[in-house]
């Protein structure tokens, strides 16, 4: 074992104030740390416990009778390296510190004198009653790196672990950092919360057993509703990230605390953390909102059974699709998880955020093509968003049809309802942005497949865009090519584009597969349409009022040539 870089007395000497003992103890451990771990005691284990006792005789000394704020400010003293001073309970920290790291015999001997608990009452103390000095010394660093590496290393052992339990400690600890956050001392924020994660992946049985009989879970979350409102997003989403935290890595032994969080209006409480991130990311994602989002979608795969899918699915369908009514691979089985990620989707408008969701859907697909069928056929979170899609920003309009496409690409699936309502949202949607991003999936939709042009012309949306191509063409032949045209926005010129290629590549597929009489009619068609785009283009042409424009009147003289050669 190397040495630590911590300070050391000058020129070795022991402090006046020390007890012989202690003299011994600091030639002992500076040989220690020099030695590489070469050097052999007749028993290090008897070491460990005589030293281990000691420094918990020191802090109950330092603790005993005194109200927080002392206790806590008589703990910082008594741990703390004090230069030529007294350097008792500094010596025993660093001392403990090089022996919990040894081996877990050694590790076992220090659970037993009752020091884990004792550091558990401490690390609350500094944590919970800050000092309010400013000044941050580099020793006051060092010392809670070795406090801290200490803990974990307890953390560790089982044997070791079972002494964090043996008071209220825990509880007290775990509660601070939901109801006294807004008092903590930032200082001691970070290793509290590293010691807690520490504790709640080093589950078992009795640790359980613990944060049951203390209501650690339910007490928790009722304190962070209380107080959501109040602190900030971050604040409180790290708070929860560390409760579920203690409930996921809990749930493979027992799902007792996942119940106790269910039970305390546990998904109210993330629906309202994750709605105070409305208009807050700033086009980046908080580490603390990702990791509760992925927490969240875990949640959804919790549950004692699985969910029933009956087959509802509407013919035709693609081939190559089958509907797979066997459970494999990871399914979700709470609906009511679920509903908290529907209904931020519902009710935030924020890119970010609407993206993240989007983003756990496209992950419970692909860990089971299944999982699409049982949330529609239930919940019916796609059908839903069509309607209120064109309500976000457009980054979010894209993630979500690019999701939609995946039911084609990836799983074979022709979502019939779905694309009706696409369809009305392209007729009816004010938003110019919104219509050209759903027609543009639809066009790569009707473009993977000739199924999809039977579809699309028997639901009518070849008609619809007939009809609005004719409108704009009559509208500037009437008003001379100039006038309309000067007014129009680039976004409106890319959409005139996409419904050309849309409407040809409909009629193509009429040409392709259809008898002789469509297939004329499917040509008259295709000349009117070549008659239309050479009027926009004309009208276009004369209406270019800046260089941004060039551009579209580039794209559509290239669907104009693209329409004239399926005349050929």
Excluded at 177 to 201: D, G, M, N, Q
Excluded at 358 to 366: D, E, G, H, K, V
Excluded at 409 to 434: A, M, N, T
Excluded at 456 to 468: E, I, K, P
Aim: glycine share 6%.
């Amino acid at each position: 074992m190397g040495a630590l870089d911590t300070p050391g007395l000058p020129g070795g000497r022991t402090s006046s104030h020390a007890d012989p003992s202690d003299g011994i103890l600091f030639v002992t451990r500076q040989a220690w740390e020099h030695s590489v771990g070469i050097i052999c005691f007749p028993s290090l284990q008897r070491l460990a416990e005589d030293v281990s006792d000691q420094l918990a005789q020191e802090i109950q000394k330092a603790l005993a009778g005194k109200p927080a704020e002392q206790a806590r400010a008589a703990a910082g003293q008594l741990l703390q390296w004090k230069g030529d001073l007294d350097q008792d309970g500094y010596l025993l920290l660093k001392s403990v510190y090089v022996l919990t790291g040894t081996d877990l015999e050694t590790l076992g001997r220090v659970a037993e004198s009752g020091l884990p608990a004792l550091l558990l009452q401490c690390l609350y103390l500094f944590f919970a009653f800050p000092l309010e000095k400013d000044e941050l010394l580099e020793s006051d660093v060092q010392g809670q790196r070795m406090f801290v590496q200490m803990l974990l290393n307890i953390c560790s052992e089982p044997q070791s672990l079972e002494g964090l339990l043996s008071g209220s400690e825990l509880q007290s600890l775990l509660i601070a950092t939901t109801c006294l956050r807004e008092h903590s001392c930032y200082f001691w924020k970070e290793p509290t919360f590293c010691v807690l994660r520490a504790i709640s992946k080093a589950q078992s049985p009795s640790i359980i057993q613990y944060l049951q009989a203390t209501d650690c879970v339910r007490l928790s979350v009722q304190s962070l509703s209380r107080l959501a409102d109040a602190l900030p997003a971050p604040e409180v989403s790290e708070a929860v990230v560390l409760v579920l935290s203690f409930v996921k890595d809990s749930y493979p032994i027992s799902s007792a605390l996942l119940l106790e969080f269910e039970n305390g209006e546990g998904y109210p409480l993330l629906l309202k953390v994750l709605l105070k991130y409305d208009g807050l990311t700033q086009d980046e994602v908080d580490p603390h909102l990702e990791e509760l989002i992925g927490l969240v979608v875990w949640l959804t795969t919790c549950g004692r059974s699985e969910l029933k899918v009956f087959d509802s699915v509407t013919y035709p369908q693609l081939e190559g699709f089958k509907f797979h009514q066997e459970a494999s691979g990871i399914t979700v089985k709470n609906l009511q998880a679920f509903q908290v990620l529907q209904n931020v989707f519902h009710k935030v408008s924020d890119s970010v955020l609407c993206t993240q969701v989007l983003l756990a859907i496209r992950t419970m697909w692909a860990w089971n093509p299944r999982n699409f069928f049982l949330l529609e056929w239930t919940l019916q979170p796609i059908s839903q968003f069509v309607e209120i899609v064109s309500l976000k920003p457009t980054p979010v309009q894209v993630h979500f049809f690019q999701l939609l496409e995946t039911l084609v690409f990836k799983l074979h699936y022709v979502p019939h309802e779905i694309l009706g309502k696409v369809q009305r949202l392209i007729k009816e949607s004010p938003e110019l942005s919104c219509t050209l991003v759903a027609l543009q999936s639809i066009l790569r939709i009707t473009g993977s497949d000739p199924l999809f042009t039977d579809i699309f012309r028997d639901s009518g949306l070849l008609g619809l865009l007939l009809a609005q191509l004719r409108k704009q063409a009559k509208i500037m032949r009437k008003s001379g090519n100039k006038e309309s045209s000067s007014g129009i926005q680039d976004s409106e010129r890319e959409l005139t584009c996409v419904m050309l290629r849309t409407v040809v590549t409909l009629l193509k597929g009429s040409v392709r597969n259809t008898g002789k009489d469509i297939t004329s009619f499917a040509f008259s068609l295709l000349r009117k349409i070549f008659t239309i785009s050479w009027l926009l283009l004309k009208g276009y042409i004369q209406g270019i009022t800046n260089a941004n424009a060039v551009g579209n009147i580039h794209l559509l003289f290239c669907n104009h040539l693209y329409i004239s050669r399926c005349l050929d």
